[in-house]
């Protein structure tokens, strides 16, 4: 049994004629009925009901169909590896955030003819199970630094490791209805006063920034909302006093005459910013390109 025989078969089957399938196949008609024939013969196995009207699939022959299909589109997908080596590809996972926005673009000005890029937004456990079952290379994550020790656990038990490309401090974002929105800075105790707006919980983000301070002072009380949505935080900043907890990077999705980011003083700890890939695999040049540019904008 060949390619050239599943090819024949799955033709005839799909026009239900043998006559049609000699032209689509650019051969005779006796040379189809030969190939199903040898076929049928090989396989010990009645493909097709034959009348004046055409051909039909026999029970057994709709079973083979089914596998044929398989093995001829398995095929294709085989030949198509090679022509897929001039057009690199990068797969990558990060939380929600428009600097990585920003750097997708960059890096489609810079390679656009040569790869073709695969990007998923979620939350840890969506990045982690990517990059674990190969569906991305690398993911893009911030965790807070006293949550190191247990994110390299659990990376650990997952078979991942964590690259660090950068450390940031942590900042206010308020906007111009904000009773702080004229001030440089801030104090921890100033952040008492204020309403705060959340991102849904996430045990290795930023977000437990606020938790890790209720922790200390009272300020549960201080969150209006929680919520997953970046237009939402963008929105209650721009019309509202509420404030939210971020990252101090060069780039931020913030940078506007509208919204100012303020520095915390006593600060509790900084962000780690970074990667994580499988354990023990070299990253493709086409990842290392994508931080490379990612450590211009933060």
Known sequence: MDLRQLQYFITVADKKSINKSAQILYTTQ????????????????????RSNRGVKLTNKGKEVYDYANEILKNHKMILSLNKEKSRQTLNISSYPSNVMSEVICDYYNSYNNKTTINFIEGRIENITENVKCHKSEIGIIYTLKNKRSCFNNFL?????????????????????????????????????????????????????????????????????????????VFELLLRTDIATIGIDLKYSEYNNDAIKRLEIKD????????????????????????IELLKTKI
């Not at 006796?30 to 009901?49: A, G, M, Y």
């Not at 695999?281 to 994508?290: L, P």
């Open 156 to 232: 650990e038990y997952e078979n991942l490791e964590y690259k660090e490309i950068a450390t940031r401090k942590i900042c206010l974002y308020v906007g111009k209805n904000n009773k702080f929105f004229n001030r440089e800075n801030i104090t921890i105790k100033e952040l008492l006063t204020l309403k705060f707006v959340q991102r849904d919980k996430d045990i290795f983000s930023i977000e437990n920034y606020l938790v890790h301070i209720n922790k200390k002072i009272e300020m549960k009380k201080n969150i209006n909302f929680v919520t997953n949505s970046d237009n939402l």
């Open 267 to 290: 600060q509790l700890e900084n962000v780690s910013i970074g990667f994580i890939k499988r354990k023990g695999e070299n990253i493709t040049s086409e990842a290392f390109k994508f």
């Open 30 to 49: 006796p040379n189809v009925s030969k190939v199903i024939s040898s076929l049928e013969k090989e396989l010990d196995i009645k493909l097709f009901d």
